[in-house]
């Protein structure tokens, strides 16, 4: 499992203590890789290929950053039935009011998602077709030179990713820096902090069978690989039923310690990957719901113009959140908020820190993109 191990190398990056350049770390570690060739960007690989493993390429910042904004919520009540929905007068035509989603617990808002879900059917890809899993998203890129000193930029990307039919086809990814300017804070002025370099890698396009863009990436990637959440078998092998789905979470991070927060992360990393079909996704939120701590964090969450309601668990360092659509259930996607000690110290609590907006639709040819 290098990939789930590299994933949950993420969780709180207490190493990064050596002085580096983001830079020179990204190419440091694919020296050993890919014989010279820059890490990708995407936040959804940094399993195999993206951010740098904390024990590798200590004092790297790279993680994703928002689009969202955080209000305050009232106390979220305990895992006790949701509120009751007053049934209309015999006879009336009025429909039952829809849930205060302010006063449901995490639980509740999951279940609820999860029900909402079940009737859902995903838009099959016929022959010749595609399934674009299209990525909006925030990245930091920075230095770090000590405990205490570094500053960090985020920089926004678009990441576009053509899924054929017959996953052994040929798949295309193109990624886009829309923006690198924006300086989220640092232990010196911005006058003094130079941003870092663009690297071939951080935009172009690439293409590959079974979405194996970087062949010399080690582990080498394999077509129907059940451990890799861009395969369908990965999917197939996983149960539907939520505590058997809660057991199988327990199970892929026991090598962390299958804590609450290590779940949790996994949990919404296999969302992001777009891959997920509808109905094993409802039971995939019940299994979220088991996880202890977790709580609404957020009643309105808006993230690239959709808003939804965000769930996740308090974390001293950093808060990831997941964000569902209360309305249909849908995942819409996922940001990060510094904790109240964050580990980049010039950071200030509460700060967004990172953020992905996911959609899908089906389309004919590689390439295509439908209009918003």
């Known amino acids: 499992m290098n990939e789930l191990d590299d994933t949950l190398e993420l969780l709180h990056r207490e190493a990064r203590t050596a002085p580096a350049n983001l830079s020179a770390a990204r190419a440091r570690l694919l ?74 617990s995490a639980v509740q808002v999951l279940t609820r998602a999860a029900d909402l879900t079940v009737g859902a059917a995903d838009q099959p890809v016929g022959p010749g077709q595609f ?31 053509w899924i054929p039919a017959d996953e052994h086809d040929l798949w295309q990814e193109t990624r886009r820096i829309l923006r690198t300017g924006k300086f989220l804070g640092g232990s010196v002025p911005q006058a003094q902090a130079p941003e870092p370099e663009v690297t071939d890698t951080d935009q172009g396009q690439w293409q590959g069978r079974c979405g194996d863009f970087f062949p010399k990436a080690k582990p080498p990637k394999k077509c129907g690989d059940a451990t890799d959440w861009d395969s369908a078998a990965f999917y197939a092998a996983l ?26 992360h996994f949990g919404v990393e296999i969302l992001r990957a777009g891959r997920m ?60 908020i510094a904790g109240a000690e964050p580990e980049q110290p010039w950071l200030e609590p509460g700060t967004e820190l990172g953020a992905s907006a996911i959609t899908t639709a089906v389309v004919g040819r590689l390439g295509e993109v439908p209009p918003k």
């Not at 205490?148 to 990441?159: F, I, P, S």
């Not at 569902?324 to 259930?329: N, V």
């Open 31 to 104: 020296a050993e890789l890919d014989t010279g060739t820059v890490l990708p960007l995407r936040p959804k690989r940094v399993r195999r290929f993206a951010l740098p493993v904390a024990a590798t390429v200590a004092g790297v910042v790279a993680v994703t950053v928002v689009l969202a904004q955080q209000r305050p919520t009232a106390p979220a009540p305990g895992p006790a039935a949701a509120p009751p929905v007053a049934a209309p007068p015999s006879g009336s035509t009025t429909k039952p009011a829809t849930p205060d989603i302010r006063l449901m």
């Open 131 to 161: 399934r674009l899993v299209a990525e909006h998203t925030w990245v930091q890129r920075g230095v770090q030179t000590g405990d205490t000193t570094g500053y960090t930029y985020l920089w926004e990307q678009e990441v576009d990713r």
């Open 239 to 264: 149960p539907h039923d939520p505590a058997a789905l809660y057991a199988r979470l327990q199970q892929l991070t026991k090598g962390r310690g299958s804590t609450p927060s290590v779940m949790f």
């Open 277 to 336: 079909p509808a109905q094993l996704r409802a039971q995939w939120y019940r299994a979220l719901a088991k996880i202890p701590g977790i709580k609404v964090l957020a009643a309105e969450a808006n993230l690239d113009g959709r808003t939804g309601i965000a769930l996740g668990l308090d974390d001293r360092h950093e808060i990831r959140q997941l964000i569902i659509d209360p309305a249909t259930g849908a995942f819409i996607g996922e940001r990060t």
